[in-house]
């Protein structure tokens, strides 16, 4: 009841807030933020004071929907999609921030559609009936394209137009999974269901549950993303406005890990096992290859990109190992990856705003006007390529201990792919912030400070302390 | 001699059936009385009233007619649940179209009054056609409803385009319904009964001779109706006859005669188990996948709003035609379900679209142009109402959550993925993405910041009925997206 | 009186057929393609009533009766949208009507 109520309150006040910006101009991202911040607060009240610990799936509601198909309304929460929606609403706050100056046309529009993403994306991570999960994957979509498509750079109708069908596409795939999976349960027992939990009691012979897998594991490797369905990704976070690639980078891509945990490895577990190898040399493919082609980028935003394309092939290589510290591997990759990413995209549109340019050519020695910018920039990077005592750290040797133990010679191949992200971090790093400055430019306001500093103390309790994170996901697997 | 006739039951008219049909007995009573009208005072305004009057009389006495039992009326009639739903869609479109129509009208000079009387014989030919369960009530139904279409599409006197569309639609539906005919004469003159309920047995399609006819009349028949609903490779009628026909009758075209004929061709190929046979399902299967695929793609090139839509209209057709080629005995039921969701969702979309289309013809436009795609730029920031109604109906049309048309195309799939038709399915999705690849633009234009000064022009949704219309299929269509048990319920009884 | 077998008759109307529809294909005067339309329907009418005969019910004859009907309308229609192609154009040339592309 909560759950929808908190998106239901998101719905209600984007239309507010998209009203409230015509009468009073500036008040959309006031309210924006207090609404965010409120929800924050309600749904963490809500975890903390619920009589369960979340180590099992809890059904919250179930309520029937369209019956002749036997959908229901049925939400769900543990472990796994409350660390998620956690992560979701932190950078749900950083995006109101960082879009505080950036957004100057149609800012209540904006916001609306800010907060309906949120919405969406908090529906995808509870929703365990598959109609509805398929449902909030779409919808999730809709005002995600609407931002970059109104408030995105020079090239933004190609790459909204690019990330739209490529999803749709993978999601009609999985639509026909989906149905062909509740139709297998109605010729099984009798009775047509959607609901996830009675999915995990079906029996499926491997002949079927490989292709329904693979229906599944398209609609997820696109949105991971995955070589080669990634080719929408560098576009979309490059020609979104800042708080859209924030949003992209931090929250949509776990959407894809989160459906390949809860869905792929959970629903067809021999399936899976059977398709390891082949995800796992994908995973791979997708480690080295971003990071080759970040090294080659000279766009600040498409190199944070290509580098989230190798960072979640870590995430798609530790998940196939099936291993468990290979699970907590990835579930802090994923938790750090969405806080250091978010972070760099942050940093590119604090960037952008001051010299109005996201080519590495155009920036050079940011260092000597703006020292603290230089400092979280350094820590960021330090970040992207797994520094000690940062998260990624954490998540990427976890992941790599787990891998070895099962498939060795990824294991050595993806960790070459940490040598690659060394690379292109320190590349990111020395272009704009070392060597002759090109520009002088004001170091972090106040409020940019507020953003970096909570995403580094993040970064640093996380990587310092992991436990504060895996007491969280240690559950997931059993 | 007395010949005697094929007929087997009572040949009087009991007051159940003439209740059963009264919708159509309303109508055409209401069309011999705006004949009298017309001929006792020519005003617009007195014939569209009572047009509306009219028709809204019809869509009350169908809506109680929903929950009765199957009637036989007479031998060419049989109204049922799912006729009575497909001709309430219809009521309700021409109904749309009528306001539309007057704006239209009352913008010229002249008083058109013959207008509304060949809507009104419009809607009668599709409420004869989607109850009729014989061959001579759905040749009835067609022609009157073909007829009356080609004077509608060629009414505009003064236009560019009308002798031309006019024209064409006449040759080619003439053409189509001679093939119709000649298909039925085959079917009648082998298997002896025009009834859709005639017991047809399969001696008689592998007879020597005539066998071949039977198989022959059976293709001609269904080239007939894929002309009717421009289903590749019959469809290039479509686009020219779209964009020359004035915008409201391009409405009622889109959504009426595609209703209809749906409608009667599921009615007689269920009753009449013809998809059973290896042929027609093979030729249907090329009928929707081209129309899938060659909808799609030819619509990605269009510059112009309608000849748009008509390329769309035709993969939709294609879409829904998948439901029939996958149909079986055993989940009859389930297909009327799919049908009818399909027929709604995809007419709640274009009429929304023809309303923007019309009402943006009017406001922009001088001389009744053609609306383009650089017309509709920055219209989300002109007239929001417009812009969301024309985003929802696009939504809908590329099957997003949230709008029926998502419900249609779920509804879709589930058959096909029962049937394990995979490559009806793959054409589906290649299709799909395909049209996203020109719906998504449409919505980028509505969105896109305003450059050009005469685009300066302000719109204004003023007239009352305007407003009421365009709001409510704004909620119809989220509402039913979202809850769209409703309709299910009043589709099952 | 010795019975036409239905195949022969059904032969007929699909030759006449043919050659209307070879007619409203191939003509380029309107005029000439509205009476092939016709020539059509009527072939069709051919073929109604020898199947109504051959099954001894009046079916047959009252579809020609109502096809009849239909050709005139058709008729009807088509010559006010010829009149009107005659007072535009100027002439009754069919390929007069391409303006419309793409």
Known sequence: MTLSFIMLALLVAGGVVWRAEKQWQGSAKWLSLITLALLATVFTVFVMSHNTDFTQLQVLSRVTWIDTFNIQYSIALDQLSIVLISLTW????????????????????????????????????????????????????????????????????????????????????????????????????????????????????????????????????????????????????????????VLLAGVLLKTGAYGLIRFVIFLFPQASAQFAPIAATLAVVSIIYGAKMAFAQKDFKRLVAYSSISHMGFVMLALFTFTNVAYQGAIVTLVAHGLSSAALFALAGMIYQRIHSRNLNDMGGFWQSAPRMG???????????????????????????????????????????????????????????????????????????????????????????????????????? | MMMPVADNTPAFLTMAMAGAILPQLIIAFGIALALLLVAWRRSQRTIAL?????????????????????????????????????????????????????????????????????????????????????????????????????????????????????????????????????????????????????????TIYNQPDLGVFFQLGLLLFVSGVAFKLSVAPFHFWTPDVYQGSPTPVTMLLATISKIAMFVVLLKCFAAQQYLLLENVQQFLLIFAITSMLLGNVMALKQQNLKRLFAYSSIAHMGYLLIVLIVTSEQNLAFTWQSVLFYLAAYTVANLSVFIVIELLQQQLTTQQADITLSDIKGLFWRAPSYALLMILAILSLAGIPLTMGFIGKFYILSQATIAHAWWLIAALIVGSGIGLAYYLPLIFKLFSAESSPDQNVKISVKNIVEKVLVYSLVGVSLVFGIFPEVINQLINT | MTSIPLFHVLILSSLLFAIGFVGVVARKNTLFILMSLEVMLNAIGVAFIGAGSVWQQADGQVMFILILTLAAVEAAVGLALLIRMQKKYRSLDIDLLSQMKG
């Open chain 1, 90 to 245: 932190l950078l749900a706050i950083i995006c109101v921030l960082v879009s505080w100056q950036e957004i100057k046309t149609n800012v209540g529009f904006y916001y609306f559609n800010l907060l309906l993403t949120i919405a969406g994306i908090i529906g995808v991570f509870i929703a365990v009936d598959m109609f509805l999960f398929f449902f909030f994957w779409e919808v999730m979509l809709l005002p995600m394209t609407a931002i970059i498509a109104i408030w995105g750079h020079e090239n933004r109708h190609f790459a909204a137009l690019k990330f739209f069908i490529f999803t749709q596409v993978s999601s009609l795939l999985m639509l026909v999974a989906i149905i062909a999976t509740g139709y297998f349960h109605l010729t099984q027992t009798g009775q047509l269901s959607f609901y996830y939990l009675d999915w995990l009691k079906l029996e499926l012979p491997l002949s079927v549950s490989q292709y329904l897998m693979l229906g599944f594991f398209i609609a997820f490797a696109v949105k991971l993303p995955s070589v080669p369905v990634h080719s929408w990704l560098p576009d979309a976070h490059t020609q979104a406005p800042t708080a859209g690639s």
């Open chain 1, 375 to 478: 400092g979280f920039a350094l820590a960021f990077a330090g970040a992207a390529f797994g520094l000690p005592g940062l998260a990624n750290f954490i998540g990427e040797f976890f992941s790599l201990v787990g891998v070895f133990q099962v498939m060795p010679t990824f294991a050595i191949l993806a960790a070459l792919g940490l040598i690659g992200s060394a690379i292109y971090g320190m590349v990111l790093f020395q272009s704009s912030f070392q060597g002759t400055a090109k520009h002088e430019i004001i170091d972090l306001q106040a409020r940019e400070l507020i953003i970096c500093s909570s995403l580094l103390l993040m970064l640093l309790a996380i990587g310092l302390y992991p436990t504060l994170l895996l007491k969280f996901s240690y559950g997931v697997l059993t």
């Open chain 2, 50 to 202: 009572f047009t509306g009057v009219v028709i809204v009389m019809a869509l009350l006495a169908n809506i109680s007619l929903l929950v009765t039992p199957a009637i036989q009326v007479t031998q060419l009639l049989k109204v049922d649940g799912y006729s009575t739903f497909a001709f309430s869609l219809i009521l309700i479109s021409a109904l749309v179209a009528l306001p539309m129509s007057h704006k239209f009208l009352s913008a010229q000079i002249e008083v058109h009054d013959e207008y509304y009387l060949l809507l009104l014989l419009m809607v009668l030919g599709a409420g004869v056609l989607v109850t009729s369960d014989h061959y001579a009530s759905l040749f009835l139904g067609f022609e009157l409803l073909s007829i009356s279409l080609v004077g509608l599409v060629g009414y505009q006197r003064e236009s560019q385009y009308s002798v031309e569309s006019g024209f064409k639609y006449l040759i080619l539906s003439a053409s189509a319904s001679s093939f119709m005919l000649l298909g039925i004469a085959f079917i009648y003159s082998v298997s002896g009964d025009m009834s859709f309920s005639a017991v047809i047995s399969k």
